[in-house]
T-cell receptor, first 112, second 113 residues
Framework: QQQVKQSPQSLIVQKGGISIINCAYE??????FPWYQQFPGKGPALLIA?????SEKKEGRFTISFNKSAKQFSLHIMDSQPGDSATYFC???????????FGKGTTLSVSS | DAGVIQSPRHEVTEMGQEVTLRCKPI?????LFWYRQTMMRGLELLIY????????DSGMPEDRFSAKMPNASFSTLKIQPSEPRDSAVYFC???????????FGPGTRLTVT
């Protein structure tokens, strides 16, 4: 019940294309859903986050879409660039000051 | 502002040795988290502290692992004795009280031979 399931495991997108990564959860008490970006040899860095009271949040080329009834959320990267090549993790938590539950990660490669 | 600081960045040790990983959270952050990352299991929580008090240590694999936070600016994760299956990248993260955003350090890559 505490799992966050992420797909796909890996993704190859051409430069300028749209990258889409999906996550699903079971526990309806989860109410904070961030996405983290990790480059090799670095720690995860917060990219964008959403709460269940909104269906979409956009920051630059990155958009989170949230479907509360389906218990799913996704990350869309518009106009994907080679510099976006990294591993992306979805995560969730129940309340402030509690740990994040992470998906298994998606390795994105953007070909030029 | 400095981010989360972890040391050492890399640690290679032999099975049976004691290993101590260190973390300095961002100043003013009251929650500190230790995560472990492996290919097989991904990112998983080991333990976290709120205001220097351990809240949830259910992720600590076994008694060989221990963590302390003696003050608001320092935490340690100790493995004694270490085993090859402990090889992983260990991350420390911190957040401000009431704030959901967690900021990760660069990690310590531990190799136990």
């Amino acid at each position: 019940q505490q799992q966050v399931k992420q797909s796909p495991q890996s993704l190859i997108v051409q430069k300028g294309g749209i990258s889409i990564i999906n996550c699903a959860y079971e526990n309806t008490a989860l109410d904070y859903f961030p996405w983290y970006q990790q480059f090799p040899g670095k720690g995860p860095a917060l990219l964008i986050a959403i709460r269940p009271d909104v269906s979409e949040k956009k920051e630059g080329r990155f958009t989170i879409s949230f479907n509360k009834s389906a218990k799913q959320f996704s990350l869309h990267i518009m106009d994907s660039q080679p510099g976006d090549s990294a591993t992306y993790f979805c995560a969730a938590s129940i309340e402030a000051g509690t740990a994040l539950i992470f998906g298994k990660g998606t390795t994105l490669s953007v070909s030029s | 502002d400095a981010g989360v600081i972890q040391s050492p960045r890399h640690e290679v040790t032999e099975m049976g040795q004691e290993v101590t990983l260190r973390c300095k959270p961002i100043s003013g952050h009251n929650s500190l988290f230790w995560y472990r990352q492996t290919m097989m299991r991904g990112l998983e929580l080991l333990i976290y502290f709120n205001n220097n008090v351990p809240i949830d240590d259910s992720g600590m694999p076994e008694d060989r692992f221990s963590a302390k936070m003696p003050n608001a600016s320092f935490s340690t994760l100790k493995i004694q004795p270490s085993e090859p299956r402990d090889s992983a990248v260990y991350f420390c993260a911190s957040s401000r009280t009431g704030n959901r955003e967690q900021y990760f350090g660069p990690g310590t890559r531990l190799t136990v031979t």
